[in-house]
């Protein structure tokens, strides 16, 4: 089972990590090639890869059977890997945009306020705001658990929906199954 999380969590963790690292860097200092929806859709299709390996397991070393709480826990596992994938992609996107890309979304959300008709006062209310997160997300103690924030919910909830689905044998059952 170890190498089935290890070989999912890597797929999932490649899947999610090298468009991240494309993206960021693919996109000047001040604009956003990507977008939140395009990002959580590309999580959505890495761990799809725990649903994968669930299926695969259940119908292959497990005979067709797997209960709610080792689907679960397959799927998480492999959640985790695909997360350490994560955290390093956008550690090495840091790494190399640094703090370019902090400054460029504070520009970016007063921008935005701006055009929305905000006061000068409300503007630099926003980028004081900015600037004080930016200031505590340099620290890695800080800026990892951010990261995790993102990915880490989205692999609960396909682990969850995984498990829930795949303990029925009769939902996808394996090719040649009875179906009876």
């Known amino acids: 089972m170890f190498r089935t999380i290890l070989t999912y969590g890597t797929i999932a963790g490649l899947i999610v990590g090298i468009p991240n690292i494309v993206l960021m860097l693919a996109s000047g200092d001040g604009q956003q090639l990507h977008s939140v929806t395009l990002g959580y859709l590309i ?3 890495a761990l799809s890869a725990v649903f994968v390996a669930v ?3 259940r119908d292959g070393a497990l005979g067709g059977a ?3 709480w080792p689907a679960l826990g397959l ?3 492999i959640s985790l890997i695909a997360t350490l994938f994560y955290i390093a992609a956008w550690e090495l996107v840091f790494a ?3 703090t370019a890309f902090l400054q460029s979304y504070t520009d970016a959300m007063v921008a935005e306020a ?3 008709g905000a006061s000068a006062a409300e503007q630099a209310r926003i980028r004081m705001h900015w600037n004080g997160f930016w200031a505590e997300y340099r620290n890695p103690l800080v800026r990892i658990p951010y990261t995790v924030s993102e990915i880490l919910p989205v692999g609960l909830l396909v682990s969850l929906v995984s498990a829930g689905l795949l303990r029925n044998p009769r ?5 040649g199954a ?3």
């Open 66 to 68: 797997i209960g709610f």
């Open 55 to 57: 299926k695969r397991r």
């Open 43 to 45: 999580m959505l299709v």
């Open 178 to 180: 009875d179906r009876s």
């Open 75 to 77: 799927g998480l596992a």
């Open 96 to 98: 190399i945009k640094g």
């Open 171 to 175: 939902f996808l059952p394996a090719r």
């Open 114 to 116: 701006a055009a929305k």
